[in-house]
Every structure is written in C-alpha cells, then in structure tokens.
C-alpha cells in the first residue's frame, strides 16, 4: 500500500470549510483514497473514499488531483463536532484484497469558535 | 442497532494474566480485524480475518492469538498479558464489496499492571 504524508494539526474556524491536504505520490493505479476520523478515542469513522473522480457525500467532498499524487478531504461547513484526529489512507479496495488498513499518525484538526 | 459490538469496555489485568476480547459483527459482514492504539499513535493491525474459517497476522501480532468462530465472531486472547499490551483494542469489519468502508466497535481499554 502507499504511503501517505499529513499535516501534523491544522486549525478551521466554525462554520468555515476545513480543507485537509494529503499526498500519496506512490500511489498505484488500483488504489483508492480513503478518508476516516476518530473523535476523542472513539472507534474511527468512514468519511469517503475515491479512486480518481471526485467524490461527495453527506459528510464530506473529496478532490483527488488529476495525476491522483494528492487529494483533499472539504468538510464544507465544520463544527466543533468536527474536531477530531483525520487519517488518509490509500490501499486497493475490492475482492481479491485482504482489505488491511494501515493508519499513520493522521491530522488532528481543531475547530475553534 | 446494527454495529460492530466490543467487550468488555474496560479492564484491568495483572502481569501474566490471560483474558479474551470479544468482539460480535450483525451486518453479515466477511472481513474482521483487531487494531490496537497506543496514547498518541495511529491505529496498527493486530490479526485480521479475510473470511470465516482464516486468520493472518497483522504489523504487531506478537502476544496475541485470534479465533474467527463464525461469520459473526471474532475474538482476540492475551494468553500472559504485560505491560506492553497496555492499550486501547478496536475490532472491525467490512462488507465484501467495500462500497462503504470498514465499520469500528467502541474499543475495549485495557491496562496491564
């Protein structure tokens, strides 16, 4: 799987969009970019994930870059809900895959009022 | 509520104990694994199962054993715990067709002493 390189921390005001960089310039052409959060130790979340188009759902858009060497993960409108650890990870998807995540040290993105 | 289910939420062993840490899927889904988080630190792969009936070992699976007992169960023993172990545990799951990414339990917070 490639590896990926986050910011450390990142600050976002209430109620701006909070825009989480991420590069993954070893990525392979099946592999996907996924996007998870873990708030105060809870179990971590699925946010999103993309192969090379640009996703959106309910929680959150994801803009991979056309040589898909980075990508962004757009929360529109953040909360203090929002504040949370985010993790980037890029691995292939589907069956035939033992489906291992592996989780680097992620961004903690603080919303502040 | 469907769901990734852990216990227990917490415990405490002494050095040499054993116990196992139980961990029920109710969304029918195939692969299952065991993460451990450290204070500070990402998630790492303990042992995973891709399907009922298999187990392979993850980045740290030393100390560890794992039992896939059904489609719906996935445990993990600490056969002598030490204070190394000392962490908080999650387990997940995926669907076959990864449409949504991997659902978490809540973890179980153990500490050795």
């Known amino acids: 799987d490639a590896k990926t390189t986050q910011p450390t921390s990142m600050d976002c005001a209430e109620g701006r969009a909070a825009n989480l960089p991420c590069n993954h310039s070893?990525?392979?052409?099946?592999?996907?970019v996924y996007w998870y959060r873990q708030i105060h130790s809870q179990g971590p979340q699925y946010i999103i994930h993309?192969?090379?188009n640009n996703e959106t759902n309910e929680m959150a858009s994801l803009i991979i870059t056309e040589d898909r060497k980075s990508s962004t993960l757009i929360l529109p409108h953040a909360t203090l809900r929002d504040t949370a650890v985010y993790y980037c990870?890029?691995?292939?998807?589907?069956?035939?895959?033992?489906?291992?995540?592996?989780f680097g040290q992620g961004t903690t993105l603080q919303v502040k009022p | 509520n469907a769901g990734v289910t852990q216990t227990p939420k917490f415990q405490v062993l002494k050095t040499g104990q054993s116990m196992t840490l139980q961990c029920a899927q109710d969304?029918?889904?195939?692969?299952m694994y065991w993460y451990r988080q450290d204070p500070g630190m990402g998630l790492r792969l303990i042992y995973y199962?891709?399907?009922?009936?298999?187990?392979d070992k993850g980045e740290v699976p030393n100390g560890y054993n794992v039992s896939r007992l059904n489609k719906r169960e996935f445990s993990l023993r600490l056969e002598s715990a030490a204070p190394s172990q000392t962490s908080v545990y999650f387990c997940?799951?995926?669907?076959?067709?990864?449409?949504?990414?991997?659902?978490f339990g809540s973890g179980t917070r153990l500490t050795v002493v």
């Open positions: 990870i890029v691995r292939v998807a589907f069956s035939g895959s033992t489906g291992k995540l592996i």
């Open positions: 070893t990525i392979s052409g099946n592999e996907y």
């Open positions: 993309g192969l090379k």
């Open positions: 969304m029918n889904h195939n692969s």
């Open positions: 199962s891709a399907s009922e009936g298999t187990t």
């Open positions: 997940a799951s995926i669907p076959v067709d990864r449409s949504y990414g991997y659902t």
